[in-house]
Nanobody, 124 residues
Framework: QVQVAESGGGLVQAGDSVRLSCTAS????????MGWFRRGPGKEREFVAA????????QYADSVNERFTISRDNARTTVYLQMNSLRPEDTATYYC?????????????????WGQGTQVTVSS
C-alpha cells in the first residue's frame, strides 16, 4: 500500500501563487507516475498535471499549461505543483495520486493511490 498526503492549499487572491506538496510513503514502487487532479464546485474531477518519476516526463492540462509547473524531489518522494497566475476558476480541491505504471498518464483510472485532497480557493 502507498499512502499519499497533500499539503499547501489555502485562500488566495487572483494573480497569486501557491505551491502544493504531495508525499508518497509506504510500499516502494520501481516505476510510477504522480499526478494532480482537481474537482471544482459543481464540476467533475479533472486532470491537472502529472510526472513520470523515472525520467521526469510531464503532462499538463491545457487550462493550466504555462501557469502551473509540476516537479519532483527524488530523495523525498515528493511532488510539487507550483501554481502561478491563479484564477477564480482554479478554485477546487486538489488531489494527488500515484499510478504504478511505466509512463506518464493523465487517465484517472491508472492512478491507484489517492490523497484526501487540499482546498485551494482563489478570490477575484
Amino acid at each position: 500500500q502507498v499512502q499519499v498526503a497533500e499539503s499547501g492549499g489555502g485562500l488566495v487572491q487572483a494573480g497569486d501563487s501557491v505551491r502544493l506538496s504531495c508525499t508518497a510513503s509506504g510500499r516502494t514502487l520501481s516505476s510510477f507516475t504522480m499526478g494532480w487532479f482537481r474537482r471544482g464546485p459543481g464540476k467533475e474531477r479533472e486532470f491537472v498535471a502529472a510526472i513520470y518519476w523515472n525520467d521526469g516526463t510531464t503532462q499538463y492540462a491545457d487550462s493550466v499549461n504555462e501557469r502551473f509547473t509540476i516537479s519532483r524531489d527524488n530523495a523525498r518522494t515528493t511532488v510539487y505543483l507550483q501554481m502561478n497566475s491563479l484564477r477564480p476558476e482554479d478554485t477546487a480541491t486538489y488531489y494527488c495520486a500515484v499510478a504504478p505504471i511505466t509512463y506518464v498518464s493523465r487517465i484517472p483510472g491508472a492512478f491507484i493511490f489517492w490523497g484526501q485532497g487540499t482546498q485551494v480557493t482563489v478570490s477575484s
